[in-house]
């Protein structure tokens, strides 16, 4: 079982950034894909970023690559979302969420893919 908890959610201005923090229990941290979605207000969850177990393979949206960087400490149970440039459509609940993953090399990008989630954290992009 793995519990996840997201931190680092709040109100920015447009051209602002935020760094989103994933904090995951368990001693089995580094054999997880972890992955980050987000949700806006009548739209269905999307997929956002997603980071192998060793954080060697990174996948972004589309449209958001060169804007966002997902990353991971191991040795903190931890993965990060650093969000640049933000922009009124950020908008969303970020969720972060977690697949056992160990030697894959294909990183999941698919809600369906992914066993663990956390509950989210609100992020608010004034303009």
């Known amino acids: 079982q793995v519990q996840l908890v997201e931190s680092g959610g709040g109100l920015v201005q447009a051209g602002g950034s935020l760094r989103l923090s994933c904090a995951a229990s368990g001693r089995t941290f580094s054999s997880y894909a972890m992955g980050w979605f987000r949700q806006a207000p009548g739209k269905e969850r999307e997929f956002v970023a997603a980071?192998?177990?060793?954080?060697?393979?990174?996948d972004y949206a589309d449209s958001l690559k060169g804007r966002f960087t997902i990353s991971r400490a191991n040795a903190k149970n931890t993965v990060y979302l650093q969000m640049n440039s933000l922009k009124p459509e950020d908008t969303a609940v970020y969720y972060c969420?977690?697949?056992?993953?160990?030697?894959?090399?294909?990183?999941?990008?698919?809600?369906?893919?992914?066993?663990?989630w956390g509950q989210g954290t609100q992020v608010t992009v004034s303009s």
């Open positions: 980071v192998s177990w060793n954080g060697g393979i990174t």
């Open positions: 969420a977690a697949v056992f993953n160990l030697l894959s090399t294909v990183v999941p990008s698919r809600e369906s893919e992914y066993d663990y």
